[in-house]
């Protein structure tokens, strides 16, 4: 979160109690009064729910989860043993992310974002467990019908994440749509389907595309087989 951001929407979305902390740092230390961690962590996590703009919320959700590991890492033992310490340091933060994103629909794909990544770079602020944990738990609660729907919408950052999340769904009636989104929807989108697919529901996918879907079998067969779905995909675009 840069200081820039910050300020921009200090005055009309930060309530008066808590928009000191938003000064830059250098007036502040000459004030005498430099922020806490603590302020810092009230502050954006109220920026990361009120910004208007998704890439704002993103920022602030991001700061508020590294400012919250430092917090978590400083009151931990040494002398604990490293998983105590890997569970107390994200359960927490886990716990955070998941409550955030109950509150709008943006600020569930901003987490769905982060977590996917975290579990495709391997790097983050969550285990590979967790972070499976954390979308497993997000799916369920959306839901499939809000998924199918979003899945159809014309904003592409939305049906990617709901076609994330029907996949951490690992529910049967999630194949379908799936599928004819692959098919039928947006080029662009066919490889993360793809994999989404094939990940989540290898063997379910051949047998609903025979059905509902035959002229697109042979492809969908192939995807599901192939060691990489970057051919058979680029073969269905064709």
Known sequence: ????????????????????????????AALGAPLTLEQELI????LAEVAPLETIRLEAFDKALRIMQKLLRGATANSMPTAMKLKAWEVPLLQYALDY???????????TLRLVENLETGTGFFSINRTKQGL??????????????????????V???????????????????????????????R????????????????????RFLPEFYAGILALMESDSEKTQVETLND
Not at 43 to 46: C, I, L, Q, Y
Not at 136 to 157: C, F, H, P, Q, Y
Not at 178 to 189: E, I, Q, T, Y
Request: net charge positive; glycine share 4%; with cysteine.
């Open 191 to 210: 490889r993360i389907i793809g994999r989404v697919l094939k990940q989540h529901y290898s063997h379910l996918a051949p047998f609903y595309a025979h």
């Open 101 to 111: 994103s109950d509150k709008a629909p943006e600020n569930r794909r901003i987490v």
């Open 43 to 46: 502050v954006t996590k109220h």
């Open 1 to 28: 979160m840069t200081e820039a951001a910050a300020s921009a929407y200090q005055a009309h979305y930060i309530p008066p109690f808590v928009q000191q902390p938003f000064a830059p740092r250098t007036a502040q």
């Open 159 to 189: 049906r990617r994440a709901a076609a994330h999340l029907l996949g951490w769904l690992k529910h049967e009636k999630a194949v379908l749509p799936l599928l004819k989104a692959f098919c039928h929807g947006a080029r662009s989108d």
């Open 136 to 157: 497993k738990v997000i799916a369920k609660k959306t839901g499939l019908s809000t998924l199918e729907a979003e899945l159809e919408s014309d904003r592409d950052d």
